[in-house]
């Protein structure tokens, strides 16, 4: 296997040691930490580098929480830049916009363009209907396949387009070398720290807890990569105790019960209770000891809700993949802006 270059192993080391550094609990502190490192690991610690993702009006602030999508424009018509191309358009109609229908290409009669995109396109001798959206009435589909019978051409979407030839289709137009090889590295880490982490979660919530299999988790879950060079070893090991959503109980019944068995204010069951309803789930509790966590999980889990007891730094690692994740999505549709032509980070 090749030798690990020193900025993958600083990252890895950095996603290793987070939790420990943040004491297992997953604050906006440590989402924000976790993305401006991403960055700058996709920069290869450069500021040059840095600076051709972010333009120049939208530098973000070590104390803001960094999203690339929002600093290059992505609130409003990013869906006609340059990293839109090879995508589906998906420009929402507003009301009072004109809708193109293009019977002679499209599949049906719901497959519509926006003025852009069939002004973009070539629709010469086709029995086209435009009309006026009332709003909230769908999105363009330039770019799905599905959508249409014949081929539409548009220069804006269309993934081969005038301007791209099946030469440069797939390379990085104008990107130093060093940056191409950051942003592999660190979108190859980040995926691997993902798979690392998810694939040691529980697959089944409901199955029997004891002492000895919540502690054999940990064991089973600590990172053993070669890439980290051996995992953190707490001592003592604090764990978590999960609630999770099922769609059948009320959050009033919930918070009841959380309240009771953690021995906290109806507020903060309650609190507890819509934070589940609202993302699926919801740490209630952390403790070292898992005995206690045992009593009150069954108080819990009388009503026939699902509760899990998992490490902290587990729990800690699994929401870091959630920011991760997001942070994958929020680049793919982005461009690196500085250089002769913004080239899609996805190239």
């Known amino acids: 296997m090749a030798e690990e270059s020193m900025p993958s192993r600083q990252l890895c080391e950095f996603l290793k040691t987070l939790p420990r550094l943040h004491k297992n609990r997953y604050t906006e502190q440590a989402e924000r930490e976790l993305l401006q490192s991403l960055f700058w690991s996709l920069a290869g610690g450069l500021q040059e580098n840095l600076n051709l993702f972010f333009p120049e009006h939208s530098r973000p602030s070590p104390t803001s929480t960094w999203k690339l999508r929002k600093a290059q424009g992505g609130a409003d018509g990013d869906e006609f830049t340059e990293a839109a191309r090879g995508k589906i358009c998906g420009h929402i109609f507003k009301a009072g916009e004109a809708t193109y229908r293009c019977k002679t290409c499209s599949s049906d009669d719901t497959c519509v363009l926006c003025s852009r995109c069939y002004d973009s396109s070539d629709h010469t001798g086709h029995m086209v209907y435009v009309s006026v959206s009332l709003g909230n009435s769908g999105c363009c589909d330039c770019g799905d396949p599905e959508a249409w019978r014949l081929p539409v051409h548009c220069s804006i979407h269309t993934a081969n387009g005038p301007d791209t030839t099946n030469e440069d289709k797939g ?127 069954r108080i819990i889990e009388q009503i026939k809700v699902t509760v899990t007891i998992r490490s902290a730094r587990d729990t800690f690692r699994e929401q870091m993949c959630g920011t991760m994740i997001e942070w994958l999505s929020d680049i793919s549709g982005c461009s690196v802006v500085g250089v002769k032509q913004a080239t899609p980070i996805s190239a």
């Open 171 to 297: 390379k990085a137009t104008g990107l130093p070398d060093d940056l191409v090889e950051s942003i592999r590295m660190t979108i190859g880490r980040v995926l691997d720290y993902v798979c690392d982490v998810i694939s040691c979660s529980p697959e089944q919530l409901r199955l029997p807890k004891s002492k000895e299999t919540i502690q054999l988790d940990e064991r089973m879950s600590r990172l053993t990569s070669s890439y980290y060079n051996g995992d953190i070893v707490e001592d003592p090991c604090e764990y978590a105790l999960l609630l999770w959503n099922d769609e059948k109980h009320t959050v009033n019944e919930v918070c009841d019960h959380v309240s009771r068995a953690c021995k906290v204010t109806s507020r903060e069951g309650m609190q507890r209770a819509r934070e589940t309803d609202d993302i699926g789930r919801s740490i209630i509790k952390y403790s070292t000891d898992i005995d206690k966590l045992l009593d009150v999980s």
